[in-house]
């Protein structure tokens, strides 16, 4: 594991963009389709909108990139809380990605558990076995994708799990668990403000109670810090 720590979530932000799009561009040059799995928050928009405003000066083609997610609200699909309409809004839209495979919205007819099994489905028909990269944001109580501390859920062994009373509203949301986000070859944590800081402190120092310390990268684990 890394701490790359910066002053200010604007500089996270920029380095880590930065580092995305040469990383999408060196395995494209190697042949490579990237697997990207996204994250929802804050700081997690704030780098979509970096990366979509550095896209036009990188060699990236958004059509072999490959864009998962790590969580969803399940939410209805126009619903501003869906983490895809966020990233669609910062940066899928943006720089036009053709691949992306969002989790199922509560209005495709599905319940929650149908939905977090479909989910599943896909990644194993439609996926490659692993992600190239997956993005995690973390939350104050150590809590990574939609996987909180305490919970059932996060001892799930299946692919992706549906998770009901989220302590994090929206109480209903469709998770990726701890052995589908382990199938990751990078994992980029991308934190940002105090209030995380004891949980990226904890979670740093190997306290497998939050669930932060139970992801890691098979190559690369970074963290990002502000
Ligand atoms: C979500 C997330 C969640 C998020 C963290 C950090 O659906 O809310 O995917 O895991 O990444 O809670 O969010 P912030 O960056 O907004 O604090």
Not at 108 to 134: K, M, N, P, Q
Not at 139 to 162: K, Q, T
């Amino acid at each position: 594991m890394t701490v790359i720590a910066h002053d200010s979530a604007g500089e996270l932000a920029a380095d880590v963009a930065v580092r995305f799009l040469e990383l999408v561009e060196r395995l494209q040059s190697e042949g490579r389709e990237p697997q990207i799995a996204l994250t929802g928050g804050g700081i997690a928009d704030e780098i979509h909108r970096e990366i979509a405003r550095l896209a036009p000066d990188a060699g990236v083609d958004w059509d072999r990139v490959v864009f998962w997610f790590g969580d969803e609200r399940f939410v209805d699909r126009d619903s501003s809380d869906r983490n895809a309409g966020q990233a669609r809004a910062a940066l899928l839209d943006v720089v036009g990605a053709a691949r992306v495979h969002e989790m199922p919205a509560s209005d495709a007819g599905l319940s929650l558990d149908e939905a977090a099994t479909a989910y599943a489905e896909e990644l194993r028909t439609e996926g490659d076995g692993h992600f190239d990269l997956v993005f995690l944001g973390l939350g104050p109580d150590g809590h990574v994708a939609s996987l909180f501390p305490g919970r059932p859920e996060v001892e799930a062994d299946r692919i992706a799990v549906g998770v009901t009373d989220s302590p994090k509203p929206p109480p209903l949301r469709i998770s990726l668990t701890l052995p589908a986000l382990n199938r990751a070859e990078r994992v980029w944590f991308v934190v940002s403000g105090e209030e995380k800081a004891d949980a990226a402190d904890r979670a740093l120092g190997g306290d497998e109670s939050l669930p932060a310390a139970r992801v890691h990268g098979r190559s690369e684990t970074l963290w990002f810090r502000a």
